[in-house]
Structure formats: C-alpha cells, structure tokens
C-alpha cells in the first residue's frame, strides 16, 4: 500500500464550486505539504504544516485553504474555484522527530484538477 | 532568491546508453539535494538524496554527484532502458529542518528500444 495517498486522483468542477481534496499518510512523519505542479511552472508550495497546530502558507496559498484533522491527515480546499486553479496537485512529507532532520519529503501520487 | 536549472528541458537516448542529467543551483549555501522520478501523470518518487557533506550517492543503475561550491548536481543513469524513460526533477533544500524544497522543471527523458 502506498504511504501517501490522495484523493480523489482525477477531479472536473466547474468555476465556483467548493472543493477539497485529501491527503492521508501512513509514514507517522509530522510535517506533510501540498503543491501544485503546473507545466512550465514547476512545482510551488500552497501550504505547510510542522504539525496539527502549526500550518503555514507557503508561496501561492492565495485562493486556498487547509485543514490537518490529524497528524496524518492533511486537506486542501478552494472555496471558489477558477480555471486558473486548474493544475496536478500533490500532497508531501517529510520527517522530523529524534534529530533527523533530512528534509527528505516524499510524495502522493497527485490529483489532477480540471477547473471549467 | 535560489533558484535551480536543469538543462536540457529534454533528452532522448537510444536503449543501452549511459547518459547524465545536470542540475544546477545559484546558491551553494544548501544542506541536501533530492533527484526524483516522475512518470506521465503520476507522483514524484524520490530517488537519491544527497547530503551537502557528500560527493556521491549510488542506488542501482543510478549516481549522483554534488559539487556544492560550483552549484551543480548530475545524475548518472547507466545502461539505460526504456523504463527509464520520465521526468527527472532536481531539488535544493537551504538548512536542516527547512520547509523548502526549491525545484527545477526538470529533464524530460526518452529511452528509445
């Protein structure tokens, strides 16, 4: 079974719809992202969380929103989606507990979003 | 601002080849380097990482090296087979702890049979 996964995998929504996509991890790591990856682009960071109670935006969290649940729960919502939106969208994690600190993250499989 | 490279934007290779994927950074002040995979459509699977005190990282078929002070990375593939063929993505990460990983956009490699 995979240790990050995301859903949904594919989304097709409409401009104004609310929308949340979800991200669960099996790795006990505390700190988890969400990117977007866009071609030409690369990917940028939408938000960060150290832990349930600490979450940070990140470079583009304009028009977005998170929720961590639980450690190993992390949801990113559009309130009201735009094509702009319209992007692959991966949730991370990384480790940081015991003096690790490799800054390794590792990721889901991406959820692309279709905004019309 | 850091700011990561990776030229070509894409490559194609005959089946069988050895071949090397750049990676260069403008700021040499970093604490590790990540190389990883992605396949059309798919996640990023993270292949090497390498920290800033090592020269070279090997898993398989795969080397990395890191010159820190000339900021620059390769990732060596040998013997290349079609199921290589992917985008390959470098990233930097500044300090221990860091949240951020500054990405390239990546090589976008072939492996024809």
């Known amino acids: 079974d995979a240790d990050v996964t995301q859903t949904p995998r594919n989304r097709i929504t409409k401009t104004g719809k609310r929308i949340m996509l979800e991200c669960s991890q099996t790795?006990?790591?505390?700190?988890m992202y969400w990117y977007r990856q866009d071609p030409g682009l690369g990917l940028r960071l939408i938000y960060y969380?150290?832990?349930?109670?600490d979450i940070n935006k990140g470079e583009i969290s304009d028009g977005y929103s998170v929720s961590r649940q639980a450690q190993a729960k992390f949801s990113l919502s559009l309130e009201s989606a735009i094509p702009n939106q319209t992007a692959l969208y991966f949730c991370a994690t990384s480790d940081w507990g015991g003096g690790r600190a490799l800054n390794e993250q590792f990721f889901g499989p991406g959820t692309r979003l279709t905004v019309l | 601002k850091q700011e990561v490279t990776q030229i070509p934007a894409a490559l194609s290779v005959p089946e069988g080849e050895n071949l090397v994927l750049n990676c260069s950074f403008t700021d040499s002040a970093i604490y590790n380097l990540q190389w990883f995979r992605q396949d059309p459509g798919k996640g990023l699977t993270s292949l090497l990482l390498i920290q800033s005190s090592q020269r070279e990282q090997t898993s398989g078929r795969l080397n990395a090296s890191l010159d820190k002070s000339s900021g620059r990375s390769t990732l060596y593939i040998a013997a290349s087979q079609p199921g290589d063929s992917a985008t390959y993505l470098c990233?930097?990460?500044?300090?221990?702890?860091?949240?951020?990983?500054?990405f390239g956009k990546g090589t976008k490699l072939s492996v024809i049979p």
């Open positions: 790795k006990g790591h505390d700190r």
């Open positions: 990233a930097v990460s500044p300090f221990p702890g860091s949240y951020q990983l500054t």
């Open positions: 969380s150290f832990d349930v109670k």
